[in-house]
């Protein structure tokens, strides 16, 4: 029975500026700092292509000092919220009911709850008591794609069953008030807040894009380039400007591989579901993926209008291709990287 992907439903926190707006935070939060330094960081916010974001808090709450207790109760105060929009969105989308749910797969690395999301959904949801939940944590932005895989091999192996797979973040929680380095002002110039929530199926009356292969590739000796600290400020972002240059030294064994073991080449892959990580990244992609006349105009689109959301961003790029309904047959690439160092991929086809 083959699993597929039935559909994807988005949600976004009530907060939201354009990148103009916040300017004038910035601009309160980096009195005091070198005129030099302030006119760099600037320059940043305004070429992150990022013209708006989302979050569960409006930028007062952001830019004012607080503890990490007190940004990480509300971190779970909306997280729950956005679940159950989400869920409950992608279940009317699908037809299904909560209780038509096998497998919950709750994925976020931006707050800290126990328990995690999953537990509060399955009492404000009613689904079955006997559902098996896993909840995914420590995987940063590459967790959307991992949950896919995870839910790929339980329906895989559990004929005639549905899962959900639901990525939550709020990155701007974690936005460190004394923090003038470059990781924290890049990721607050990149970073948003969203969720996602993508329906899993390998029941025989479910329809959609086929998962037909997925693969992680771990690197070595790039532990320190990604990932977060835990600081008694909060988690505190760790995010080297080696990451773009260290995904295209390592592109082709993550790529082609994956696409031999499949008989394919890129040249046959006409969708690419790549995780909008931050402009630099993007470009690096798009030009190691240009000589096969490739583009990534849907994640060049979702960063645009959303930042990059972590886990949950790329769900967002695979939502707009399912949207167009590509051709019978066609080919879809989903990529995307996080912390470890590590590029997870999954192979779709309409």
């Keep these: 029975m083959p699993v597929t992907i039935t559909t994807v439903a988005k949600a976004s926190p009530p907060h939201s500026r354009a990148t103009k707006e916040i300017m004038p935070f910035l601009e309160t ?16 916010f305004e070429n992150a292509a990022v013209d708006q974001r989302y979050s569960i808090m409006d930028p007062e709450e952001v830019f004012t000092r607080t503890s990490f207790e007190e940004k990480n109760l509300i971190y779970r105060r909306e997280v729950v919220k956005l679940g159950e929009t989400v869920v409950s969105q992608a279940l009317a989308q699908a037809g299904w009911q909560a209780t038509d749910l096998d497998f919950l797969i709750t994925v976020s690395c931006t707050g800290m709850m126990i328990p995690s999301v999953d537990a509060f959904l399955i009492n404000s949801l009613q689904m079955r008591q006997d559902i098996v939940r896993l909840p995914v944590t420590e995987m940063g932005c590459v967790a959307g794609v991992s949950g896919l895989i995870y839910a790929k091999n339980f329906l895989k192996a559990n004929p005639g069953k549905r899962a959900a797979v639901l990525a939550i973040e709020a990155p701007t929680a974690t936005f460190q008030l004394d923090d003038f380095s470059m990781a924290n002002i890049v990721s607050a110039a990149i970073f948003g807040d969203g969720a996602a929530c993508v329906l899993v199926s390998s029941h025989p009356d479910d329809t959609g894009p086929e998962i037909i292969d997925e693969e992680m590739y771990h690197f ?14 909060g988690l505190q972002m760790v995010l080297d400007k080696a990451v773009p240059e260290t995904i295209a030294a390592h592109f082709s064994a993550i790529v082609e591989p994956f696409l031999a073991k499949n008989g394919l080449t890129l ?29 990534l105009d849907d994640t060049k689109e979702v960063l645009r209008q959303f930042g990059n959301m972590s886990s949950a961003t790329v769900l967002y790029v695979l939502e707009r291709f399912l949207q167009k ?26």
Excluded: C
């Design 29 to 44: 939060w980096l009195a005091g700092q070198e005129p030099r330094f302030q006119r760099k960081v600037v320059k940043i």
């Design 220 to 233: 070595y000796d790039a532990i320190d380039i990604m990932g977060f600290d835990l600081t008694n400020s």
């Design 267 to 295: 040249g046959d892959v006409s969708h690419l579901i790549f995780h909008p990580g931050g402009k630099k990244i993007v470009e690096t992609v798009e030009e190691l993926f240009s000589a096969w006349n490739k583009n």
């Design 325 to 350: 309904q590509p051709e019978k047959g066609s080919i879809g690439l989903m990529l995307s990287f996080g912390p470890g160092f590590t590029a997870q991929r999954v192979l779709l086809r309409w």
